[in-house]
């Protein structure tokens, strides 16, 4: 089984390019994770009759955010649950001075036969760390503790715009960005946290160590052209399906996006 997960930042616009469909019929993925689709489905005219669409749209703002999932037909999907528990919102206190995170398109689950696939697009700190106290002691423990309690039922593979690169290899200029936003040490602890939680970062299961690997690159001063970038997307999995992974793949040279698509094949 392969699955997809790509930051178009702006479904409309990647459309508009010509990269995107092409893209996802070349590979042909049986689940596809799209996040900052910043649309609500049917606003734009997507060419995959083979896929059944699933979209969590934000409503808090319009043209903001928001992920969706996209189905092979073929597969059957058990559930699709879109958002966090209102439970975990209301302990977690999933709402800021920006507004009602939860309501922003952010997470969207579906259940297929032998696991969940869940898609998040995490909210970023703010280039003035303004949401970062929000994101390290709310946002990310309450997502963490929802994949766990979905693990209690199925495993969970989990992806999508975490907006942190973890470790120094996960951006070229790890010392000039130490402690800005996308690379703090409480947003790094953030994925400490899923892998003490028994989850495996796809990637670096094949690729243990070294740089030059990014999904995300400003688009500015040919900083793309120079692969001066971060890698802040990412596929999960749990430990124990680890073995099952046959491969890890970042696409960076496809285009359309500020992020390139990350993907997984599992057995």
């Not at 092409?22 to 060419?47: H, M, R, S, W």
Request: proline share 5%; hydrophobic share 35%.
């Amino acid at each position: 089984m392969k699955l997809i997960s790509w930051n178009v930042n702006g479904i409309r616009a990647v459309i508009k390019k010509d990269t995107f469909v092409p893209f996802i019929k070349k590979y042909n993925p049986d689940v596809l994770c799209l996040q900052e689709t910043k649309a609500e489905k049917g606003q734009a005219v997507i060419d995959l009759p083979d896929y059944e669409e699933y979209w969590n749209s934000s409503t808090r703002k319009k043209g903001y955010s928001g992920t969706a999932i996209f189905v092979k037909k073929d597969l059957t999907v058990h559930s699709v649950v879109m958002g966090l528990p209102e439970e975990l919102c209301k302990r977690y206190k999933i709402l800021d001075d920006y507004g009602d995170a939860n309501a922003e398109g952010r997470v969207i689950v579906v259940e297929l036969d032998d696991f969940y696939v869940a898609n998040v697009y995490t909210p970023n700190s703010k280039n003035d760390l303004s949401r970062l106290k929000f994101r390290h002691q709310d946002w990310d423990p309450a997502f963490l503790e929802y994949i766990k309690q979905l693990e209690n039922k199925k495993p969970v593979l989990f992806c999508g715009d975490l907006n942190v690169a973890h470790t120094p290899d996960d951006l070229a200029n790890p010392q000039s960005n130490e402690g800005e936003h996308g690379f703090t040490k409480e947003e790094r602890e953030g994925i400490d946290q899923i892998l003490k939680a028994g989850f495996v970062d796809s990637f670096r299961h094949f690729t243990p160590t070294g740089n030059g690997y990014y999904t995300y690159w400003a688009p500015w001063r040919g900083l793309r052209e120079r692969n001066v970038g971060w890698r802040i997307d990412y596929w999960f999995v749990p430990k124990k399906l680890a073995p099952k992974l046959t491969k890890a793949e970042i696409f960076a040279d496809v285009m359309g996006s500020d992020h390139c698509p990350v993907s997984i094949e599992i057995k």
